[in-house]
């Protein structure tokens, strides 16, 4: 079983930045396609990130590319998101999923593809 520990969020004005981390126990970090998703209120969870396991391809939903950043540090079984210019739009809780090559299908934007899931961090953008 591996657990998935997000933290970073917080309450930010618009126009400011956070970085989320998710550690991630067990031995087989460097071999899982890693993801940021995020459920909003009263909204469906959808896709923001994810990242091969070699951190060489990255992958990104259209309302955050350009302004959010995944990325992953092997060493340390961690994947990141930082996030600038935030927008009222981006208050949601941020999970991080990890995908197992057992079942990784290369549809990155899929929470179905994801075997493990993180409790979530809760990112409020105030106007």
């Known amino acids: 079983q591996v657990q998935l520990v997000e933290s970073g969020g917080g ?3 618009a126009g400011g930045f956070l970085r989320l981390s998710c550690v991630a126990s067990g031995r087989a970090f460097s071999s899982y396609t890693m993801a940021w998703f ?11 990130a994810a990242i091969s396991w070699s951190g060489t391809s990255a ?4 309302s955050v590319k350009g302004r959010f950043t ?8 961690t994947v990141f998101l930082q996030m600038n210019s935030l927008k009222p739009e981006d208050t949601a ?14 549809n990155y934007a899929w929470p179905g593809e ?10 409020t953008v105030s106007s």
Do not use: H, M
């Open 11 to 13: 309450l930010v004005q």
């Open 38 to 48: 995020r459920q909003g209120p009263v909204k469906e969870r959808e896709f923001a």
């Open 59 to 62: 992958y990104y939903a259209d």
């Open 70 to 77: 995944i990325s992953r540090n092997n060493a340390k079984n």
């Open 93 to 106: 809780v941020y999970y991080c999923a990890a995908a197992t090559l057992r079942n990784y299908t290369g």
């Open 114 to 123: 994801y075997d493990y899931w993180g409790q979530g961090t809760q990112v």
